[in-house]
């Protein structure tokens, strides 16, 4: 048997087989003779490989199989002619003696037991090196999906090799990553110092000082990998202001420790970790795309084994790593933490508490834990009205998906008669779940519904509302549309303002037609919190500006344990100090 390819084109097959940035060609021959005895076999492949618009670094594959023994060589070059070098062989088991001598037995590899494997291979006896010099990682970008991975880089150096047998390996040598970098597209994060040395030592790979770094944080690993077996994992991973993800859907920074046991293709994660800034976003969650999973039926199966031949049976499939991974976590919510939504009701909530994540392989992610709500920071907006955030939790029930949150918020309606007294507070209550958010009015003091639901559009009570005068008491038609206008234009200021100047907290609070206040704040560290308070004025045919009659406010908070916190308020010669204290029933 001597089948053969001359220059063949490898992009019709990647994009087949899911790689649509690997192009390049490839020449090769095989030849197999002999007795099932004693079979003898060669491959020789060579040709070129890159990622599209890049350019190409020459492969090289021969692999020469007589009897149980098989030997080869691969090697592949970057375009500036950096190699990584896979050489040597070894004896697989079979039925036959002698050196190389006699029928290779599948059996015999299949019914070895896990500690008889190396690697998840079965061999009698081994003499394989790995050679890496001045190796340009981008190369592998070709085997990477652009949704998967936007890009890697960094040049490997070193030599691992392994002797010995399967079920007794000798690991020696050293690989060392340096001028790392990469950018997990899932991730949305781009991480630029990237370095890593993997040693090997006996039966295990060491891994030492390994080191990634980005626009945020720093976050470490060290510990082995055993090659026999199931390739049992001992590994530490420390955190330290890690920017661990930045999505449409998530922002997160993290800090803490966690260890990494189990299998390395059943891992097992646990720690204590404490999220410094965290962004939830409900309204850009990954959805289906329309898509359901379908169950197909016996008879379904049936109906391909006849069309199409065999069929894999489903059950037996290999679930994705990521589905794989077991965590129990136990997880510190630190008080820049934010549950945001964009679209009605529109909301952005503070809260921190501590909370669990447990992870089991095919499951969805379970959180359980109450957080609170952190009051006077965050907002609900409905009816064209700001709702500033009293009180409220958010509970953790299960799957994301059940995540309940209960708030309260409340609209103050400034008194006619004195601005600083109110005369109405509209409270709305959201109760629920992301799905399903019910939305409750009420008022101190009561009153009938008419008259809330006018109170929020006019700033007057039912009775009132009709009215088509401006004057000095405020409210009517008049009023209500430019308080509208107002309401788009402030907005605008803050979505502006929170963008352009990275402030966690933009708020224009309105007290009345023509006064309002320009709150703003940023967690200038996790546990540091710097904000201040402004008041404004909307004067007739001057636009938006600073007014003198009320005195700016600063506020500093410091959460100097978790259980405490320090709060200074200042406004002119007048300071306040507050310590709070927190305490977990």
């Known amino acids: ?143 990477f999906t652009a949704d998967l991975l936007a890009s890697i880089a960094g040049r490997l150096d070193g030599a691992i090799s392994l002797t010995g047998s399967s079920s007794d390996p000798d690991l020696s040598g050293a690989i060392r990553m340096r001028d790392g970098a990469a950018h997990p597209t899932a991730l949305g994060v781009r991480y630029d110092a990237i370095g890593m040395t993997l040693r090997g030592d006996g039966t295990a790979l060491v891994v030492d000082s390994a080191r990634i770094s980005g626009s945020s944080g720093v976050a470490t690993a060290e510990g082995t990998v055993e090659a026999t077996g199931d390739m049992p994992l001992d590994l530490q991973v420390d955190l330290n202001g890690f920017r661990a993800i930045r999505t449409d859907a998530y922002w997160a920074v993290v800090s803490g420790s966690l260890t990494v046991d189990g299998a390395a293709l059943a891992p097992v994660i646990g720690g204590d970790i404490r999220i410094e800034s965290l962004d939830v976003f409900l309204d850009e969650r990954v959805t289906s795309g329309g898509l359901e999973p379908v169950e197909l039926t016996e008879e379904d199966l049936q109906m391909l084994r006849e069309r199409f031949g065999v069929v894999p049976d489903p059950t037996q499939a290999r679930r994705p790593l990521a589905e794989r991974i077991t965590a129990d976590l136990d997880v510190e919510l630190g008080r820049d933490s934010w549950l945001r939504k964009r679209t009605s009701p529109e909301m952005a909530v503070p809260f921190s508490g501590t909370m669990q994540v447990e992870l089991r392989p095919g499951e969805l992610p379970s959180l359980q834990g109450s957080v609170d709500v952190i009051d006077g920071r965050g907002f609900v907006e409905q009816f064209g009205r700001r709702f500033e955030l009293s009180t409220g939790t958010v509970n953790f029930n299960g799957p994301p998906a059940q995540t309940r949150v209960d708030l309260e918020a409340t609209y103050t309606i400034p008194s006619r008669d004195n601005p600083d007294d109110a005369e109405v507070t509209i409270i709305l209550e959201v109760a629920g779940t992301q799905d399903d958010l019910s939305l409750t009015l009420s008022s101190n003091p009561p009153l009938e519904n008419a008259d809330i639901v006018s109170y929020i559009a006019t700033g007057r009570p039912a009775a009132g509302s009709l009215s088509f005068e401006d004057g000095a008491g405020g409210g009517g038609l008049v009023a209500a549309g430019a308080d509208l206008a107002l309401s788009q234009m402030t907005s605008l200021i803050e979505s502006a303002a929170a963008g352009s100047v990275g402030l966690d907290v933009v708020e224009i609070r309105r007290e009345g037609l023509r006064q309002a206040t320009l709150v703003a704040g940023k967690y200038v560290t996790p546990r540091l919190y710097v904000g201040f308070a402004q008041p404004i004025s909307l004067q007739e045919g001057s636009g938006l500006s600073f007014g003198s009659e009320g005195r700016s406010e600063l506020e500093i908070e410091y959460e100097a344990w978790r259980w405490l916190l320090l709060n200074v308020e200042g406004s002119g010669s007048s300071v306040r100090f507050f310590l709070r204290g927190r305490r977990a029933y």
């Open 1 to 143: 048997l001597k089948p053969k390819v001359d220059s063949s084109d490898v992009a019709t097959g990647a994009d087949l087989v899911g790689l649509p940035r690997l192009r390049g060609w490839l020449s090769g021959r095989v030849r197999v003779q002999g007795t099932t005895d004693s079979p003898e076999a060669w491959l020789d492949i060579a040709g070129a490989l890159h990622r599209q618009g890049r350019r190409p670094g020459p492969v090289a594959m021969r692999v020469r199989g007589n009897g149980r023994r098989i030997r080869g060589n691969v090697e592949l070059f970057d375009a500036n002619q950096g190699v990584l070098r896979l050489t040597g062989g070894g004896l697989m088991p079979g039925v036959g003696r002698g050196d190389g001598v006699g029928e290779p037995s599948l059996a015999a590899m299949r019914s070895a037991s896990p500690d008889e494997r190396v690697f998840g291979v079965v061999s009698d006896s081994l003499d394989v090196s790995l050679e890496a010099d001045a190796f340009d990682l981008r190369w592998t970008e070709a085997f």
